[in-house]
């Protein structure tokens, strides 16, 4: 192992470093603009492709700048595309799994012999008997203090329960009522983030009550807690402008038997889509987001969609119809 040595670079010699692997540059001024704006280290993932390997050190003949924008800013829209379908899913989602936990009879496993069976109720999930011995219930319990603003008395460690929030059905539960000390889960729900819904999914202890949340999309329980995992990943890299196109996804969802033949790439965004397309099935029905990812791709036909995955699978009848 080394130090790390390298300068730091100014944007003029930023600049004058793509210009002279070879880049052609009908727009200086554009170039310039982008190596201010967007940064040099960002430019590089999009330029990559466009250099001739194995050592990637020169442009392939002919490459333009031009050509490097086209496929940033195509990147852009797909993000704007795939954040308004994780928005839509995210939503659908949390409401699906407020309702399950909350009218959902308490699993005999945590139901003593012969009493009566249990509804979920308001606030299941103070409960660390509901959810997977594995599952880190006090991690999971301050995570939801944070969110709704408890604060612990730094000498007698007593809780001191907010008196505003930024939302006011937060705020309204806490002028109203002391005991339980959280919101019932439809409201604390409302401030978990996908990464968070899709952990309390993989942990929740009732495997009945996690199949129903999942036969709702036609997949199982272990196939649907990956979606969530790989769907928090996706909305985490959109969130923070990450590039989406020629993209091998560290987190992946789990393909089911009756989608096998139609995604060849799960670890490429073709997977990712293709979760995307099965959740929307669902939850938003009436929209047609295959339809919309195809127009956007026509309006920008030089680009190489086997960098996202898609190869034969791309002409099928899924992505096609």
């Known amino acids: 192992m080394t130090a790390y040595g390298k300068p730091a670079m100014g944007l003029a010699d930023l600049y004058a470093k793509i210009v002279g692997r070879g880049l052609t540059v009908a727009t200086p001024v554009d170039l310039q603009a982008a190596v201010e704006n967007l940064g040099y280290y960002r430019l590089a993932g ?4 466009f250099l001739v390997p194995p050592d990637r050190k020169v442009f392939k003949a002919g490459t333009t700048w031009e050509q490097i924008a086209r496929v940033y800013e195509f990147d852009r ?33 945590v139901t003593a012999p012969g009493a009566p069976v249990a509804i979920g109720g308001p606030h299941w999930f103070l409960d660390a008997a509901r959810f ?24 007698t460690n007593q809780r001191i329960l907010p008196t505003d929030h930024a939302e006011k059905f937060i705020e ?20 978990l983030t996908l990464g968070s819904l899709s952990l309390l999914y993989k942990g929740l202890g009732d495997s009945l009550l996690k199949a129903v949340i999942a036969n709702r999309f036609g997949i199982t329980a272990k196939v649907m807690a ?9 909305r985490n890299i959109c969130a923070h402008h990450g590039r989406l196109w020629n993209r091998e996804f560290s987190i992946t969802p789990k393909i089911p038997v009756h989608l096998a033949a139609t995604v060849h790439a799960s670890n490429r965004f073709e997977g990712q889509a293709t979760v995307l397309v099965e959740m929307l099935r669902i939850i938003a029905p009436a929209d047609d987001w295959r339809k919309e990812f195809r127009d956007l791709l026509m309006s920008f036909p030089e680009i190489d969609i086997s960098a996202m995955g898609f190869g034969p699978s791309w002409s099928s009848p899924y992505w096609q119809s």
Do not use: C
Not at 46 to 49: D, K
Not at 83 to 98: C, K, N, Y
Not at 175 to 189: E, I, Q, T
């Open 46 to 49: 999009y330029a990559y492709p």
């Open 132 to 155: 997977h011995p594995q599952f880190n219930h006090a991690a999971f319990i301050q995570n939801l203090e944070r969110e709704v603003g408890i604060k612990y008395h730094p000498v």
């Open 172 to 191: 309204h539960f806490y002028n109203k009522y002391d005991s339980p000390h959280l919101p019932p889960f439809w409201m604390v729900a409302e401030v």
């Open 226 to 234: 990956s979606w969530l995992h790989s769907l928090s990943h996706l």
């Open 77 to 109: 829209e797909l993000r704007l595309l795939v954040s308004d379908a994780i928005e839509r899913i995210e939503v659908g989602l949390r409401a699906r799994i407020i309702t399950a936990t909350t009218t959902a009879p308490i699993a005999t496993a």
